[in-house]
């Protein structure tokens, strides 16, 4: 199936079968590995991707579902200069990240929920980070940065 | 300050990790992001009956083989089985020979893609003759089946201390008595085992992969491919998790793609889906500790009799290893003036049990804690108190006779948890958030946790590593210890630094390779930091004598380190230190009575977990949870903080959540929907307090930390649900289903 979506900011066609997993597709055809598998089935959500700025998990999509739609991945969220961003940056001064493979996925969810509630409380921010798993953290350090991304963004 | 360090020291500040930028932008390459061209996808054949003999494997002719490559034993050049401590486990299981769990792998496929993989493993089939099976310890200790020699016992331990322990627990007071198990626990890494494999021009066998110990790994494929040292290179790729999780197992996988590779001509690449991963892989060793503890009316205890007893799986692995720490750790930091511990490991058949984060002594602990608990409670004792009467200090002798010479924070730990508290006392009843009925309750544990490995075992590891000059006027540290997430990347940077008194940015760490590394010992028994970050700081220290000699022959004694190193490089090449650890005095063990110096130090460790039970659900929230850790010196607080918190959830989870299923010796929720692990909603913050006892021989002080947070928060989730529904909880997981039980008198514990 020949098929076009916009990925990173920029057009993609692709010919593929329809039924492929938006996640193989992005690490095999596209080459964006920094999208990790962690279950194959939408627990862990180490696969998160934001398909018109909504985090979803790619190993349950279809490909054919994103055609005509916009899907940034971990490789979108520095910015071009390779800058970190606000989330990425308290990432790696709370310690947010250890084994690093739930890392991209989290990033990914945080980048969401700060754009769409940047007043959210401690609380608020675990709900809508609950999809991700972590098994190092124990989720303090992570909690704590995307918080301390939040006051920094609020504080500009 | 000692020799070598310089007040630019790096150590004791939370530097950025060195990893953290390419883990944060998902630069970071795992096994599977690995470009590898001509790469096959490898599947195992597994035997779907737990107990069997092998009668023939056969190939389906009517599927389309021309594309797969199916391996068997007959493929196997060396010898057939994974090389650990008994050489019992095949590689893969041969016609003729014995199957013993459902999970084993019999026969190994490689396809150019998944699907075909896949499809050919489904074409495979098996012939047995099933036999009996035992699932359980008590199946095992009846010898309802034989599994191994005469009494399905792998290995036994006893440890003795003063005179005879019955008549000592007769003359007792109070003697408090009771039986705790613990299920299984899943490590979920959540990047599921994985390797690639290929055999290269002059061939040698390569393994890229994400391991804990690349050296077990090589140790492994020597014997079962035929290979010398030379031949067989061994890598670490980046890892995401391990838990103890990838400590032996990946040396099966591993062995698995160097064969199908050896017979493909071409790369293969063996990555596991989370079913297979949860089902096959190693967990914690469900356990069954019967415990009697004799005390005085005034609260001494005076006698403690401990029969633990671990489920060791279809083969021996690393039980007794297992069974040694638990068995150690039975009697907790208490004194006592006789002791009797009995360990055994039994064989069922299940899939092998094996490393998980605390290794036996978070087994051990529940039923420790949950008696002194219990103790507590008949002599009228406040929680603090009891353990404050009994508890090990300075200068006390263990259950093994160590009389504990330095590094004891046993105070320090519990005077930081209630100084934290203050007066603040939980709202015993109330309503949820929610709106509902709810119940609350306060728990404690008090625990200590061994650091590094057992007894003589470091001095017969003989740990390696060396510091080299680089080209470019910066210094390499090479070391087999690989960097899980636990961050002994960046802590290694920190103590070299340090050590060489320059800035962090001019020291790279090697790939953890066989072809470059030395053996520094495997990465597990919270040992890293302590033992081999003792082996580097002394590595650096020498090689910056050797260089400022060197410039001060040369007249550059105005230069900087770095400057020296590059001079030194252009004129003679690498400089390169190796050093071998050297045990501390003092530490004298005998394996054969189990007596004396079971560890180098102890780390010391109290947990407070508040509670509340929604009386409807019985649903358990944790509201509060106050953990204190001695750990010697945080080279890395920020690092340091990380494991204690991650080991603290891990430990709730054991208590609260986690629970794998068996039927038949099989993983009957083998998926992360079904198996689960705490999510951030469950997460409480976590409130976490470092105390800093200094171990004279770690680095600056450091001890091993990646285990302790694991042993303890299990018992004090036990005795805050105690605490708050007036019954006793003495088995993990405490799913709502016990408590129900439980409170409704049906003996759910």
């Given at each position: 199936m020949k098929l076009s979506f916009e990925i990173n900011g920029r057009a993609c066609d692709l010919d593929v079968a329809p039924m492929r997993r938006l996640l193989d597709v992005l690490r095999e055809e596209l080459r964006l590995t920094g999208t990790k598998e962690g279950c194959g089935e939408g627990e862990c959500g180490a696969c998160t991707v934001l398909i018109d700025g909504v985090p979803v998990n790619a190993?349950?999509?279809?490909?054919?579902?994103?055609?005509?739609?916009?899907?940034?991945?971990?490789?979108?969220?520095?910015?071009?200069?390779?800058?970190?961003?606000?989330?990425?940056?308290?990432?790696?001064?709370?310690?947010?990240?250890?084994?690093?493979?739930?890392?991209?996925?989290?990033?990914?969810?945080?980048?969401?929920?700060?754009?769409?509630?940047?007043?959210?409380?401690?609380?608020?921010?675990?709900?809508?980070?609950?999809?991700?798993?972590?098994?190092?953290?124990?989720?303090?350090?992570?909690?704590?940065?995307?918080?301390?991304?939040?006051?920094?963004?609020?504080?500009? | 300050m000692p020799a070598g360090e310089t007040s630019s020291s790096t150590v004791g500040a939370s530097v950025p990790k060195v990893d953290g930028a390419a883990k944060v932008t998902g630069a970071a390459r795992y096994v599977d992001d690995l470009e590898v061209p001509g790469v096959l996808f490898g599947r195992t054949v597994?035997?779907?009956?737990?107990?069997?003999?092998?009668?023939?494997?056969?190939?389906?002719?009517?599927?389309?083989?021309?594309?797969?490559?199916?391996?068997?034993?007959?493929?196997i050049p060396g010898d057939n089985y994974v090389a650990l401590n008994i050489p019992d486990q095949p590689a893969l299981v041969p016609v003729g020979g014995s199957i013993r769990h459902v999970d084993e792998p019999v026969a190994l496929v490689a396809a150019p893609t998944r699907e075909r993989a896949d499809a050919a493993v489904a074409h495979v089939h098996l012939d047995v003759d099933e036999l009996p099976a035992i699932f359980t310890i008590e199946e095992a200790l009846a010898k309802q089946t034989l599994l191994h020699g005469d009494d399905n016992v792998f290995k036994r331990f006893e440890i003795l201390r003063g005179g005879d322990v019955e008549q000592a627990l007769a003359e007792c007071d109070i003697v408090v008595e009771g039986t705790y198990r613990t299920g299984a626990q899943e490590q979920m890494y959540i990047e599921p085992q994985g390797v690639v494999s290929w055999w290269d021009d002059r061939g040698a066998c390569r393994v890229v992969g994400s391991m804990q110990c690349p050296y077990y790994v090589h140790k492994a494929l020597k014997v079962i491919l035929a290979l010398d040292d030379e031949h067989t290179i061994i890598t670490q790729a980046v890892t995401g998790g391990g838990f103890g999780g990838k400590e032996d197992y990946p040396s099966i996988l591993s062995a698995h793609a160097a064969l199908l590779a050896r017979k493909a001509k071409a790369p293969v690449k063996i990555i596991y889906n989370r079913a297979e991963d949860i089902a096959a892989t190693t967990k914690r060793h469900p356990a069954r500790v019967h415990h009697r503890l004799g005390l005085r009316r005034d609260g001494t205890l005076v006698a403690c009799d401990v029969d633990v007893v671990l489920d060791g799986g279809a083969y021996a692995t690393l039980s007794a290893v297992v069974l040694s720490r638990a068995v150690l750790h039975a009697a907790g930091p208490y004194k006592f003036e006789h002791v009797r511990i009995r360990g055994r490991a039994v064989a069922t058949n299940t899939p092998p049990h094996g490393a998980f984060r605390g290794f036996g002594a978070p087994q051990a602990t529940i039923a420790y804690e949950r008696q002194v608990q219990k103790a507590a409670r008949a002599v009228g004792l406040d929680p603090f108190e009891m353990r404050r009467r009994n508890m090990l200090r300075l200068g006390d002798a263990t259950a093994t006779g160590q009389v504990l010479a330095s590094s004891v924070g046993s105070d320090q730990v519990l005077d930081a948890v209630a100084t934290r508290l203050g007066d603040d006392v939980p709202e015993r009843a109330g309503l949820a958030t929610a709106g509902g009925e709810v119940k609350r309750g306060r728990g404690l544990a008090f625990y200590f946790h061994g650091a590094g490995f057992t007894g003589s075992g470091e001095a017969h590891l003989k740990g390696k590593a060396t510091v080299a000059t680089t080209r470019g006027g910066g210094f390499e540290v090479r070391s087999s210890s690989t960097d899980i997430g636990q961050g002994s990347n960046t802590m290694f940077s920190q103590i070299a630094a340090t050590a060489?008194?320059?800035?962090?940015?001019?020291?790279?760490?090697?790939?953890?390779?066989?072809?470059?590394?030395?053996?520094?010992?495997?990465?597990?028994?919270?040992?890293?930091?302590?033992?081999?970050?003792?082996?580097?700081?002394?590595?650096?220290?020498?090689?910056?004598?050797?260089?400022?000699?060197?410039?001060?022959?040369?007249?550059?004694?105005?230069?900087?380190?770095?400057d020296v190193a590059r001079s030194h490089y252009a004129a003679e090449g690498e400089a390169a230190e190796m050093v071998t650890y050297d045990p501390p005095p003092g530490i004298e063990w005998d394996d054969e009575t189990y007596t004396g110096s079971a560890y180098p130090c102890y780390g010391w460790a109290a947990c407070?977990?508040?509670?509340?039970?929604?009386?409807?659900?019985?649903?358990?929230?944790?509201?509060?949870?106050?953990?204190?850790?001695?750990?010697?010196?945080?080279?890395?607080?920020?690092?340091?903080?990380?494991?204690?918190?991650?080991?603290?959830?891990?430990?709730?989870?054991?208590?609260?959540?986690?629970?794998?299923?068996?039927?038949?010796?099989?993983?009957?929720?083998a998926s992360m929907t079904d198996c689960i692990i705490p999510t951030f909603w469950d997460a409480p913050d976590l409130d976490t307090i470092l105390i800093e006892e200094p171990y004279p021989y770690g680095p600056h002080g450091a001890k091993g930390v990646g285990e302790i947070p694991m042993d303890g928060p299990g018992a004090a989730v036990a005795a805050a649900l105690e605490d708050a529904l007036g019954v006793p909880f003495d088995e993990l997981p405490i799913l709502p289903e016990t408590i129900h039980r439980a409170v409704r008198g049906e003996g759910g514990s």
């Open positions: 190993c349950l999509v279809p490909v054919a579902q994103v055609a005509g739609t916009a899907v940034r991945t971990i490789e979108d969220i520095a910015d071009d200069n390779g800058v970190l961003t606000d989330v990425q940056r308290a990432m790696i001064d709370h310690g947010g990240a250890q084994c690093g493979i739930c890392t991209p996925g989290i990033v990914v969810c945080a980048a969401a929920a700060i754009e769409r509630e940047p007043d959210a409380s401690r609380e608020r921010l675990r709900e809508l980070l609950a999809g991700n798993l972590c098994r190092c953290t124990g989720y303090q350090r992570i909690v704590d940065a995307v918080a301390d991304a939040q006051a920094v963004r609020r504080g500009r | 597994r035997s779907a009956v737990p107990h069997a003999t092998l009668k023939a494997i056969r190939l389906d002719p009517e599927f389309d083989w021309s594309d797969v490559t199916v391996v068997t034993a007959d493929d060489l008194g320059i800035d962090i940015d001019r020291v790279s760490l090697s790939e953890a390779t066989t072809e470059v590394v030395p053996n520094s010992g495997p990465t597990v028994a919270s040992r890293t930091c302590m033992v081999v970050g003792r082996v580097v700081q002394e590595a650096a220290a020498k090689l910056r004598a050797r260089l400022e000699k060197y410039a001060e022959q040369q007249g550059l004694g105005d230069c900087d380190l770095c407070l977990v508040d509670v509340a039970v929604d009386l409807d659900t019985y649903e358990v929230t944790v509201e509060r949870c106050v953990h204190a850790v001695d750990v010697g010196k945080a080279i890395h607080p920020v690092i340091v903080k990380g494991q204690i918190e991650g080991g603290t959830l891990q430990a709730l989870g054991w208590a609260l959540w986690e629970n794998v299923v068996y039927r038949d010796g099989r993983v009957v929720n």
